[in-house]
């Protein structure tokens, strides 16, 4: 009787940290789908800037959309191994 308590104990651990790991999993996709649709929207603003001829704020969006760009690939470790020279702002440690 006591294994099987034991073992259902066991068990159940398991299921936490399986249950655990997909909530993290899901953060992160949700986390990517939104950068995803803030990418289509300023692209999209970007894109009819240029349809309007708008000069002033087509290079107002490509300033930001490089900015941005910069700074992801400084937070991210540049697409690269985690070696990132030190540019994120955690120094490229990652958290278990």
Do not use: P
């Not at 073992?7 to 399986?18: F, G, P």
């Not at 899901?26 to 603003?45: E, G, T």
């Amino acid at each position: 009787m006591y294994e099987l308590l034991r073992a259902a104990q066991v068990e159940l651990r398991e299921k936490a940290k399986e249950c655990e790991m997909l909530k993290r999993k899901m953060q992160s996709m949700l986390a990517k789908q939104a950068s995803n649709q803030k990418l289509v929207h300023d692209f999209m603003l970007f894109i009819e800037a240029i349809h309007k001829n708008n000069v002033e704020n087509v290079q107002k969006l490509a300033e930001k959309a490089m900015m941005d760009f910069i700074l992801d690939m400084m937070n991210s470790g540049g697409g690269h191994s985690s070696n990132n020279g030190g540019f994120a702002a955690d120094d490229g440690k990652k958290e278990a």
